[in-house]
């Protein structure tokens, strides 16, 4: 059963950093591509950065130089360092697990106040 549990989520005046993980269970981490993915309230879910097995990153890019993603294949875990945080990145972050199917994490809140 995969089961992907975000965290970090929070609070955070512009300007600001916050640092979220999702930790995977169920798959063969090393080989899974991994993203983090966002949704701000009215619009459509879209890519904030993926990284794969292998450690090739792809970002959005609205997020370039400000956000980073990484993993700990030991750990089993992706991380989101975000930094610079603005207004405009206020969202529900969600990770994903692109393999055969695409399993999802329940989501954590990012709120960027001005």
């Known amino acids: 059963q995969v089961q992907l549990v975000e965290s970090g989520g929070g609070l955070v005046q512009a300007g600001g950093s916050l640092r979220l993980s999702c930790a995977a269970s169920g798959i063969i981490f090393s080989l899974t591509t991994m993203g983090w993915y966002r949704q701000a309230p009215g619009k459509q879910r879209e890519l904030v950065a993926h990284?794969?097995?292998?450690?090739?990153?792809n970002y959005a890019d609205s997020v370039k130089g400000r956000f980073t993603i990484s993993r700990n294949n030991a750990k089993k875990t992706v991380y989101l360092q975000m930094n610079s945080l603005k207004p405009e990145d206020t969202a529900v972050y969600y990770c994903?697990?692109?393999?055969?199917?695409?399993?999802w994490g329940q989501g954590t809140q990012v709120t960027v106040s001005s």
């Open positions: 994903r697990a692109t393999m055969q199917s695409n399993y």
């Open positions: 990284i794969t097995g292998a450690g090739s990153t």
